[in-house]
């Protein structure tokens, strides 16, 4: 079965009960308009959700976040991607719902293709539940053929696994062929937590339960990033959890439950982080999340997330609380010494950007100095390598739209003049360091990278990667300000060097917007703008400076007065509470 397969609208509509619902099922349906919610409000801030029901009027014209919309578009690209591959495979076996249609008309043809038995459904929208508030859909539908009923399978634009060497093990994730259903555990995966992707899964197989449709395995599927294999969730673990998170969050939606602001990830992208919000029971007239919780000194300002939560446990609310702190360690605390969350408080009280935690400040340091900066977009690659020797900025950077081949000359290039620079070094007689800032995401495309380009002219082996990252001579700037410092504002390098005294020449630099300058640079909606290649090379070459700045300035190579041993205060200084108060 084949209906006219069309591009999706963008739309990612996420997708009966049993007495384990009876409560949730049970809300009765308002006499207001019906609020209704997806899975995507089971993870995030409860405070924006309530805002955005309350108060969607006050978000038109709001620009969205560059890099949201970048994620968007880049995940319905790789969505269009899996659903060509997958029914070219299989033509006569798919039904595609089409996305033009009304949503009303969309759960409808969904319903009568299940009703038909169709092996596979594309786009599959469910029926609005107007009593328990749940929408969503689909991308894929799978028949079980032996049980009965349908699996959920979605579609992610992010890693679900990553690859490793079989070996014993107490676990192994489960996934199939995604061309073939046939779950079995796999030695050659490990499992990346991502509990969007389970909620969501479990939010459409309570949708399909509702109808008589859900597989009785249990059971739904993600497709990740490189499409490979589909991820298999046990769904049994998770409906429980489901279960309460989605009656939490109907509620607030509906005005039943109060909601206040707290800081998490999450407010990083947030227009109500700064937005001004009407007066209610949580908020003081015309303030923003931002001023609302600086004016009530709130604890999430310097534990942000769960630590804020665990403190609440305890009866902490404001950072003032979190200062004067003089009692035994909470039991379930998990988030580090806890003595220096106190010391945290006490240093955002004091105005102190920065907290020294031994009496002198160390860094490695060697003869020559590299740093290095990479710039990536999404999953496509790594189009830049930035590097500076002697106050010598050097790119190395390919300007083809990634996906490219040209990456792999870039990046050998790259590695070449890097591994060049270390072996003159060690000739003359002298060390040698690189260095740089956060290395999850350069070591993250080294190993990548030398992957891709295996063979070609100066790409290294993984073998010859592994040996480098795990040395000495591959230093890690932000574990060593994690280490030697407390950071009552963060740890990024946007937040550590400018106490260092640097500054970055573009006022909106950042890696969200340089996702937008790269579409330009390269010319993905048309042609290439030229003066945004010159903002990214900039923009890179202020982050290996910033590097460099931190670093010598921790630790500098002559005594001078503006160093970090001098200008930052120690842990000493906030041992009582008298330089807070």
């Not at 996420?14 to 308009?33: C, H, M």
């Not at 300000?481 to 005294?501: E, H, R, S, W, Y």
Request: net charge negative; aromatic share 8%; proline share 7%.
């Amino acid at each position: 079965m084949y209906s006219g397969i069309g591009d999706r609208d963008g739309r990612n509509h996420e997708g009966g009960a049993d007495e384990r619902q009876a409560e949730v099922n049970a809300v009765p349906t308002p006499a207001a308009p019906t609020a209704f919610v997806d899975a995507r409000a089971l993870i995030g801030c409860r405070h924006r959700l309530h805002l955005n029901a309350d108060h969607p009027e006050l978000l038109t014209g709001v620009s969205e976040d560059a890099g949201v919309r970048q994620r968007r578009e880049a995940a319905m690209a790789h969505r269009t991607r899996v659903r060509e591959a997958l029914i070219a495979a299989d033509p006569d076996n798919w039904v595609v719902i089409d996305p033009t249609l009304r949503a009303g008309e969309r759960a409808a043809a969904t319903m009568r293709a299940c009703a038909e038995g169709a092996h596979h459904i594309w786009g599959g929208l469910l029926p609005q539940e107007a009593d328990t508030g749940r929408r969503g859909g689909s991308e894929i539908l799978l028949r079980d053929l032996d049980r009965g009923g349908y699996i959920p399978v979605i579609v992610v634009n992010h890693k679900v696994t990553d690859p490793r060497q079989p070996e014993p093990a107490d676990f192994h994730p489960t996934t199939s062929d995604p061309y073939h259903w046939d779950p079995q555990p796999d030695p050659h995966r490990k499992l990346r937590q991502q509990p969007r992707d389970q909620q969501r899964l479990a939010h459409l197989y309570r949708m399909l339960q509702r109808h008589g449709l859900a597989s009785p395995a249990l059971v739904g599927g993600v497709i990740g990033y490189h499409f490979d294999r589909i991820l298999v969730h046990d769904l049994g673990a998770l409906l429980d959890d489901y279960d309460r998170r989605y009656a939490d969050r109907i509620a607030v939606v509906r005005g039943e439950l109060p909601t206040v602001p707290s800081k998490v990830p999450e407010c990083r992208q947030c227009p109500w982080w700064t937005r001004q919000a009407p007066a209610d029971e949580a908020q003081v007239a015309g303030q923003s999340c931002e001023g609302w919780l600086t004016e009530h000194r709130d604890v999430s300002l310097v534990a942000p997330g769960s630590r804020a939560e665990v403190l609440r446990g305890h009866g902490v609310e404001t950072i003032d609380d979190l200062a004067a702190w003089g009692g035994d360690d909470p039991e379930d605390w998990q988030h580090g010494p806890f003595d220096e969350a106190v010391v945290t408080a006490r240093a955002w009280l004091a105005g102190a950007p920065l907290v020294r935690r031994a009496e002198r400040v160390w860094v490695r340091r060697a003869d020559v100095e590299v740093d290095v900066d990479l710039e990536s977009f999404q999953e496509y690659g790594a189009y830049l390598w930035g590097t500076l020797l002697d106050g010598v900025y050097r790119p190395f950077v390919t300007w083809d739209p990634l996906p490219t081949e040209d990456e792999g000359r870039s990046f050998g290039e790259f590695w070449t003049w890097l591994m060049t620079v270390r072996a003159e070094a060690i000739a003359a007689g002298k060390t040698f360091a690189a260095y740089c800032y956060s290395r999850t995401a350069e070591d993250k495309w080294l190993y990548e990278s030398a992957r891709r380009f295996a063979g070609r002219p100066g790409v290294p082996t993984v073998d010859q990667v592994r040996a480098f990252v795990d040395g000495p001579q591959w230093v890690d700037m932000f574990q060593a300000v994690t280490d030697q410092f407390i950071c009552p504002n963060g740890k990024g390098l946007k937040k550590i060097a400018p106490v260092a005294g640097f500054s970055w020449r573009d006022p909106e630099a950042g890696g969200e917007a340089s996702m937008s300058w790269y579409r330009l640079a390269v010319g993905y909606e048309g042609e290439p703008d030229l003066s945004q290649r010159t903002r990214l090379l900039e923009y890179n070459e202020d982050d290996v400076r910033a590097t460099m700045v931190l670093r010598e300035w921790m630790r500098p190579r002559q005594p001078t007065p503006h160093c970090a041993d001098r200008e930052v205060p120690g842990l000493a200084d906030f041992k009582s509470r008298t330089i807070a108060t």
